[in-house]
C-alpha cells in the first residue's frame, strides 16, 4: 500500500522560505512521477510542481522561479523547497504520486496516491 507523508509546513511571513518534505513507503519510489498541488480555502486544487522518474521538472506559472522540487530516490523522499512566499502561497500542500515513466500528467484527477497535506500559511 503506497503512503505518503507530508511535513515541513508552518507559517512564515512574505518574503520568506519553507521546505516541504514527502516521504513515501510502499512502492517503487524510482518508478513513479511526484508531484506537489495545494489548495486554498474556497478554491480548487492547483498543480504546483512536477517531477518524474528520471528527474525532470514542471511549474504551475504562479511558482516558477520561486520554488524547486527535487527528488532523492534512496531516501524515497520527495521535496518541495519554496522561496520569495507570498500571501497568495497560503494553503494545504499535498503530495501525490504516479506510476510511470517519461512525462507526468499535470490534473490531480490522473493520480490515485495522496498524502494527508501539509498547511504553509504566509503573513503579509
Known amino acids: 500500500q503506497v503512503q505518503l507523508v507530508e511535513s515541513g509546513g508552518g507559517s512564515v511571513q512574505s518574503g520568506g522560505s519553507l521546505r516541504l518534505s514527502c516521504a513515501a513507503s510502499g512502492l517503487t519510489f524510482s518508478a513513479y512521477c511526484m508531484a506537489w498541488f495545494r489548495q486554498a480555502l474556497g478554491k480548487e486544487r492547483e498543480a504546483v510542481a512536477f517531477?518524474?522518474?528520471?528527474?525532470?521538472?514542471l511549474y504551475g506559472d504562479s511558482v516558477k522561479g520561486r520554488f524547486t522540487i527535487s527528488r532523492d530516490s534512496a531516501k524515497k523522499t520527495l521535496f518541495l523547497q519554496m522561496n520569495s512566499l507570498k500571501p497568495g502561497d497560503t494553503a494545504m500542500y499535498y503530495c501525490?504520486?504516479?506510476?510511470?515513466?517519461?512525462?507526468?500528467?499535470?490534473?490531480?484527477?490522473?493520480?490515485?496516491?495522496w498524502g494527508q497535506g501539509t498547511q504553509v500559511t504566509v503573513t503579509s
Open positions: 501525490a504520486a504516479r506510476l510511470g515513466f517519461g512525462g507526468c500528467y499535470t490534473r490531480s484527477g490522473d493520480y490515485s496516491n
Open positions: 517531477i518524474t522518474s528520471d528527474g525532470k521538472t
